[in-house]
Nanobody, 122 residues
Framework: QVQLVESGGGLVQPGGSLRLSCAAS????????MGWYRQAPGKQRDLVATITRSGITNYADSVKGRFTISRDNAKNTVYLQMNSLKPEDTALYYC????????????????WGQGALVTVSS
């Protein structure tokens, strides 16, 4: 079993910054791709950013140049630095990890965190 625990959400004014963290623990051999998704009230869950184990990143157009995803493979942790925040960034942010549980596993399993609320408001 794998647990993803997010932290760092909160209330921030427009133009401000926040840093989200997500630590994975449990039955983990290797984590391949990790990422962040977000869901605003009444909307679907959308991709924010992903990062491969080797550090290749991908961002939604709406956050390019403002958000930076990074990871620490030794700590099984992924981060999301969010700068120049806008009211439309308000959402529940979910951490995602693709985990290979053992060395003999044939495929990775997808896991989700419980969500971290980010509210951007003056």
């Amino acid at each position: 079993q794998v647990q993803l625990v997010e932290s760092g959400g909160g209330l921030v004014q427009p133009g401000g910054s926040l840093r989200l963290s997500c630590a994975a623990s449990g039955s983990i051999f290797i984590i391949t791709t990790m990422g962040w998704y977000r869901q605003a009230p009444g909307k679907q869950r959308d991709l924010v950013a992903t990062i491969t184990r080797s550090g290749i990143t991908n961002y939604a157009d709406s956050v390019k140049g403002r958000f930076t995803i990074s990871r620490d493979n030794a700590k099984n942790t992924v981060y999301l630095q969010m700068n120049s925040l806008k009211p439309e960034d308000t959402a529940l942010y979910y951490c995602n990890a693709n985990v290979i549980p053992t060395s003999g596993a044939l495929a990775s399993l997808e896991h989700w965190g419980q969500g971290a609320l980010v509210t951007v408001s003056s």
